[in-house]
């Protein structure tokens, strides 16, 4: 079994204590066997041999996705990802060696935040990801829907009306309800319809995709929560550069599965890591991206809080809007 093949198929048995090594262990390999990678650490005179820490770790910036291909190793990918982009924007795209694994990965994130997919109805409300090919959330979602075993779980584009039967319908059903929906297409529900969704929780994430005025996340979630009669709104933080996912269960505090880590940088000098509670730039480790690369230098202003719980606030000025579930603070 090779080096990636044995790393990937025991990502579910790493701890925080194995963390480190095991992250620096990939680093080294991708380092060596990732091209792009390979030639971003030669361009900035980083000896790897002396990397020791994550902190010490040169993060790729998340921009090269969209112009190059990513890829550790040599291998076809069985599936391509892209992000979205308003129309004249250059989408990042992330080459998939398995489908399987990406599919598998996205179901043991769900299952340790809310349980059993089996265990609940699904319906999701996604029109702007529908609307194109490419996009990572929708496979995971129809993957989960398929999943959950429900006849009831299923996509709903702007049939509003016959997304709020469902919902009533299945307030009775002794199976738990998720409604997982885009931004703005939960906000014009939200603003047409005064609902009891006291029986579901809603997952929002993807921002407003250019469809409406992006909002302060705290406006968003309280005006949801009061027209939805729900006490919290939950959030997914993913994007088509990464495999895995984090979620936030309220307050847009989001939480991470064991195989990934979150640091924030100074946004004035990148290879600065901040302490606790600053507010600088994200870099994302996910060691899922094993094939690709898990090092990742994302624009998303952020804050990492005491628990490890970290809270995005906004993008970098002049960065694209993209897919990933992003409200401007």
Known sequence: ???????????????????????????????????????????????????????????????FFKTHSIITGTWNPEVEFSSSGTTGLITSRHAVKSLLFYLNNAEAIFNQFFGSIQDYHILALLPSYL??????????????????????????????KELIQKLEWLRSSNKKVILWGVSFALLDLAEKFELDLSHCIIVETGGMKGR???????????????????????????????????????????NLPKWMKVMVRDINDPTQILATEKIGCLNVIDLANAHSCAFIETHDLARIDQNGYFEVLGRMDNSDLRGCNLLVG
């Open 131 to 160: 609307e194109r090919e490419g996009s990572s959330l929708i496979v995971m979602i129809d993957h989960f829907i398929k999943k959950s075993k429900s006849e009831h779980s299923g996509f709903y584009l702007y049939n509003q």
């Open 212 to 254: 409406r005025k992006e909002l302060i996340r705290e406006e968003l979630h309280a005006l949801l929560c009061t027209r939805f009669n729900v006490e919290q709104i939950a959030s997914e933080y993913g994007m088509t550069e990464l495999l895995s996912q984090a979620y936030s269960e309220g307050k847009g505090l989001y």
């Open 1 to 63: 079994m090779s080096f990636i093949s044995h790393f990937t198929s025991s990502l579910n048995s790493i701890n925080e204590d194995s963390f480190v090594d095991i992250a620096l262990q990939l680093f080294r390999h991708q380092a060596e066997q990732n091209p792009v990678y390979k030639k971003y650490i030669n361009a900035r005179n980083i000896d790897v041999a002396k990397v020791t820490s994550l902190d010490q770790i040169p993060f790729l910036p998340i921009s």
